[in-house]
């Protein structure tokens, strides 16, 4: 072994100590962003059902900001956890607790405590259930409980709803959906939502329980986003790179076990619709960068956790020159594109 991957795998990808030094400088620099740009202000309607009622718990900025960065920390815990739990990457690696750290703490917008923080949570707690689900003939209860977790999420940000429909494709991968997996998923919908229908009405309300639903309709595919050069230009660049980091893992799978090449194969699916439908529904709600850089961050993980390349470990160095580069634009500059 090279002396690159001698100290790149001893050093970053299995030291113990990795997590805490990960901790302590993201603590420093979401600090340091929030001294300088503080807290930004929502353009974003909110689309859920409750989060309106909970707003006003965090428009302090330090109370904003103290419990977004405990959601990070939470959805890196959950990304970490889902490694362990389910043994996704091989090898032992603090990656899969890094990397959402650092993606979730490069822009001013994640200072900000918002639905698409719990939102992010409950998808990736609904992703437990969908694991469990692989190599079981009875597996209604993990498919029940599943959907009850995503549409608790779509509580607070009703576009949550779509990944039901995710999920479903996620059972069909396990080899498990049928008819009353099916069942079982649509009473975990009903259960929720029944109870969220009759606080509306008791309420006296029903317009209240009407109007989330009423922000499917709106998009127009007709309508190209008013973007400047340099943020069509970051666009292109973020996409490209994200399916570089794809294209590099892809190769890997074939050599993972069976859960792990169903897993990686899925999140791909889950990335992928995810930025459809930002694309069509960008302008309502962000939950689908969330999603899509908290499942990033178990792709980069994986790839970097088990990969021989030496171009590749370079491309880590450069990924996280990139990122820091990225913060301090954001920090100390008014020259970010977004």
Known sequence: MSTIKKIFKSYIVEARFTPLIASILV?????????????????????????????????????????????????AGFISQLNLHFGLIRTRTALPFVFPLILFSIHPIFLMMSSYYISTIFVLWAFFPLLETHQRSNCQNFVFQGTILLALASVFEIYSLVFVLIWWIGYSRMGVFNFKMLLASLWGLVLVYWIVFAFFVFGDNLQGFITPFLYFAQFDFHTIPEFTLPQWGFIGTSLIFLLAFLIMDFKYIRHEKVITQKTISFIFAVIGLSLVFFAVY???????????????????????????????IYSFFVLLLILIYYFFVNCFTDSSPF
């Open 27 to 75: 603590i420093f620099f979401r600090f340091l962003l929030f001294s300088y740009k503080g807290i930004p202000n929502s353009f974003a309607p909110e689309t859920g059902f409750v989060w309106s009622y909970l707003v006003p718990y965090f428009e302090n900025d330090w109370v904003s900001f103290i419990s977004s960065t405990l959601c990070v920390f939470l959805i």
């Open 282 to 312: 960008g302008e309502q709600s962000l939950l689908w960068i969330y999603v899509v850089l908290a499942f990033q961050s178990l792709i980069l993980s994986h790839l970097y956790s088990i990969t021989t390349s030496n171009r590749e």
